[in-house]
């Protein structure tokens, strides 16, 4: 009742709020509200994902077959950079900031994030940031064609694209260091009275750890681009081995930055399985403290494996054991995700609604995709696969699989809260099982191909390996293609339906379904009642 | 002060704090290879 009364009041003034302000462009322009905001980064992270899906085709089509068919291998190189580059920073980073900003508000009960200017400034850094990286294709000598590591001494020698791509790191660096202190501010110091953080929904959790790692982390990446400029335009001699530099050196600081990126991208994922999951099985999440813990030694770890990256750079063999021991540690809170996730559903009154689905396609893919990391994790093995294309099977499953499911599978569960209208089902479940059945169908020959011995970033390939690269071809295309699935699920969502409850899915818990759909323009002006029975989200 | 004005210069202290850390490590790793090759 109490919650009801608390909507009606927040409706009130979301009402009241529309009278002023500006309207049409001007309004998403000078938004500093974090449900626009999310909105925003979420249909942002929605386009730069069919830029960078289109640039995966370019390469797939060039696969198809051996020879070079339709890309010189220049082009080829820039491809593959920029849809690297795209994806990472321009795709699945602020797919989960927008889950941020949409719902860590709505969860701890806040009114808006804690800086609400500094959250939009954060936003508009990223079309920039994304128009310098797509447009470094057209000035003299194309795009970055370096992968997305930026090794030198590639790095030093290649033209104007390449500095454009430093800068558009630069701004993405920015926005996303803005947005963790305004996430890690949010957090620490807005949550409603009563919501201790041990009881706090485990997706803020998640995103708490994440916002410490990026601000670790991107200053270090901001330093090794740094670097690299100047290698490039003022003389110094940090990675240029002619000058008295180091090029492994980059490697070191590169992979430093590259490590927890893994699991800034992974662990914002963890947590909307970690809704989802329970939401769908009718019961809490099981081993909740355990979940923290586990999200926190990921977070630590993550900074100390690094070298994994570079068993062939010749550091020494007490160096290859230490990173092998190291990495492999991380499997063991990745196991206790695992378990507390499988634990849940264990005798659960479960359904499979489509969250739940890609739910349960990222345990299995993701778990697939962490098996062969500990693959690679091993030094005598790893030295035999490096730069084939097990590795980009490998990633692949973890961050198409790990991270790209788990997006879709909070999509799915949060739209009706966003839209106030239920997606269909039917169109929701097709996309899923055309995802699964195609993504595997595109990456897993490829872990064939990297055990045959296919190197990755090369256009073109030896006979022995064209049938596997045929498949993969085809289960890409397939993949790319049933991707705009979503564009006509959440359109059909937000043009009308069947209305949708405030707590549409029964098993759902936290202050986020307290609310109507759908939410309010403002909502939690005054901090909202803490029902300790509704921890953990 | 009321709540809200504390509530507020906390999360100015909070995102000071956390900037300052970024900026330092951003620091560090260039003037520590700086150092290096001087």
Not at chain 1, 32 to 39: E, P
Request: hydrophobic residues 55%; charged residues 10%.
């Amino acid at each position: 009742m109490q919650a009801a009364q608390h909507a009606a009041h927040a409706g009130h003034h979301a009402h009241d709020s529309h009278g002023h302000g500006p309207t049409g462009l001007m309004r998403w322009i000078t938004t500093t509200n974090h449900k626009d905001i999310g909105t925003m980064y979420l249909w942002f992270s929605f386009v730069m994902f069919l830029v960078g899906g289109a640039m995966s085709l370019v390469i797939r089509a060039e696969l198809m077959s051996p020879g070079l068919q339709y890309v010189a291998p220049e082009f080829y190189n820039q491809m593959l950079t920029l849809h690297a580059l795209i994806m990472v920073f321009g795709a699945i980073m602020p797919a989960f900031v927008g889950f941020a900003n949409w719902m860590i508000p709505l969860m701890i009960g806040a009114p808006d994030m804690a800086f609400a200017r500094m959250n939009n400034w954060s936003f508009w850094l990223l079309p920039p940031a994304a128009i310098l990286l797509t447009a470094s294709l057209f000035v003299p000598g194309g795009a970055a064609g370096t992968g997305w590591t930026l090794y030198p001494p590639l790095s030093v020698q290649m033209g104007i694209g390449m500095d454009m791509a430093i800068f558009a790191v630069h701004i993405l660096g920015m926005s996303s260091i803005m947005g963790s202190i305004n996430i890690i501010t949010t957090i620490l110091n807005m949550r409603t009275p009563g919501m201790d953080l041990m009881k706090m929904p485990l997706f803020c959790w998640t995103w708490l750890v994440t916002a410490f790692l990026l601000i670790a982390s991107m200053p270090i990446l901001a330093g090794a681009v740094t670097m690299l400029l100047t290698d490039r335009h003022f003389g110094t001699s940090f990675f240029n081995a002619a000058g008295g530099g180091d090029p492994v050196l980059f490697q070191h600081i590169f992979w430093f930055f590259g490590h927890p990126e893994v699991y800034i991208i992974a662990l914002p994922a963890f947590g909307v399985v970690s809704h989802v999951i329970p939401a769908f099985s009718r019961k809490r999440l099981f081993g909740y403290t355990s979940m923290v813990y586990a999200i926190a030694a990921i977070g630590l770890i993550s900074f100390f494996v690094w070298a994994h990256h570079m068993y062939v750079t010749g550091i020494p063999l007490t160096g290859q054991l230490y990173f092998m021991y190291a990495t492999m540690l991380i499997a063991i809170p990745t196991g206790v995700k695992v378990f507390n996730w499988v634990t849940t559903m264990w005798r659960g009154s479960l359904s499979f609604e489509t969250p739940m689905l890609f739910a349960l396609g990222f345990l299995v893919l993701f778990t697939i995709g962490g098996l062969t990391g500990l693959v690679l994790a091993m030094t005598a093995v790893d030295i035999q696969l490096q730069d084939t294309y097990y590795v980009v099977a490998h990633f692949h499953y973890v961050m198409v699989a790990g991270a790209l499911f788990s997006a879709y599978a909070g999509l799915y569960y949060w739209l009706p809260k966003w839209t106030g209208y239920m997606y269909h089902e039917g169109l929701g479940k097709l996309h899923f099982w055309l995802s699964m059945i195609f993504f595997n169908i595109a990456f897993f020959p490829q872990h064939f191909l990297g055990l045959a011995g296919m190197p990755r970033r090369i256009p073109d390939y030896a006979q022995q390996f064209a049938d596997f690269n045929m498949i993969s071809s085809f289960g890409s295309f397939g993949f790319g293609f049933s991707q705009l699935l979503v564009l006509v699920v959440v359109f059909k969502a937000m043009k009308g339906g069947v209305k949708a409850e405030a707590r549409p899915w029964d098993g759902a818990h936290g202050l986020e379904w307290t609310i109507p759909s759908p939410a309010p323009h403002h909502t939690f002006e005054d901090p909202p009642p803490f029902d300790p029975a509704e921890a953990h989200g | 002060m009321n709540e809200d004005a504390s509530r507020e210069q906390a999360n100015r202290r909070i995102a000071i704090g956390l900037a300052l850390f970024a900026a330092a490590v951003f620091l560090s790793v260039i003037i520590r290879q700086w150092m290096a090759g001087a």
